[in-house]
């Protein structure tokens, strides 16, 4: 059966303008209106990307961070107007009672500051990711990878408040970290988590380092080098608070996990058989 989780949306909008111009319900002027705005939309201080859905599966992601709020507003209006999922990241709350007022249906997420709306509550999601953090200060890092993959159709088990300070905290999880196709870890300070959780799994661990920590951090420096610089094999680095970039790079590894069960399993039948 087919995962409505990973669904492309907007491959479905497509075929529908298609079967509606064959139909007759939908004239050939009107589906070239449509299509016009299928590659972008021009806003004038924006081009949104409504063809990254059809070729990527996960809409345009809006980092409202440097963008003013009526900016955010009306990009979100029309990303939502075309997509079954819309995120946007680094939303100030005063932004998104703004947002809210336009489109009731957006949900904001206050610790990780993200403005959700998402069409697809009911459909199936794929577990697999785990996110994790060296302590409570790194959540809202944590939490922006953890709902981005969440949106992208993954389920996410969390593990907060789990560092090398206290490391029976992390030990006395391991089945949980055993579970897990994709490990997100999120640590500031001096970064070690991500070392030490490469050591004990055999999963692809994506590293996030926080700007949590004293001056010596250098505003997560410290834990960037640190990680960068792990010897324990299968970790890789994302940038500097990059939650989104953590998450939705969980969900297409975590994806690509399903994916190959499902060919190995064609393969075993045809054996079989």
């Known amino acids: 059966m087919k995962n409505s989780a990973v669904t492309n949306h907007t491959e479905e909008r ?86 809210h007022q336009e489109i009731p249906e957006a949900i904001y997420h206050e610790i990780p500051r993200l403005i959700v709306i998402d069409r697809t509550k009911d459909e199936v999601r794929l577990p697999g990711i785990l996110v994790a953090t060296g302590g409570t200060a790194d959540m809202p890092v944590a939490e922006e990878a953890a709902i981005t993959a969440e949106l992208m159709g993954n389920q996410v088990v969390r593990l907060y408040d789990v560092g090398v300070a206290g490391l029976h905290r992390l030990l006395d ?18 970064g070690a988590l991500a070392s030490v959780v490469g050591g004990l799994v055999g999963v692809p661990v994506i590293a996030v380092p926080t700007s949590v920590g004293y001056g010596a951090s250098f505003g997560g420096l410290a834990a960037l080098l640190a ?47």
């Open 14 to 99: 497509l075929a529908t303008l298609l079967e509606g111009v064959k139909s007759g319900a939908l004239s050939v002027a009107e589906a070239v209106d449509r299509l016009r705005i299928l590659p972008y939309e021009d806003l004038g201080y924006a081009r949104l990307d409504h063809h990254r859905s059809l070729r990527q599966g996960y809409p345009e992601v809006v980092f409202a961070q440097g963008k003013t709020p009526m900016q955010v507003v009306q990009i979100l209006a029309r990303l939502a107007a075309h997509n079954d999922r819309v995120l946007a990241t680094r939303v100030a709350p005063e932004v998104f009672n703004l947002v």
């Open 173 to 190: 999880q391991m089945d949980a970290l055993q579970q897990a196709r994709v490990i997100v870890v999120a640590a500031g300070m001096e």
């Open 227 to 273: 990680m960068l610089n792990s010897c324990a094999p299968g970790v890789s680095v994302v940038n500097i608070d990059n939650g989104f970039g953590a998450g939705h790079l969980a969900g297409l590894i975590n994806r690509l996990g399903y994916r190959q069960s499902r060919y190995e399993n064609s393969v075993d039948s045809r054996i079989e058989d």
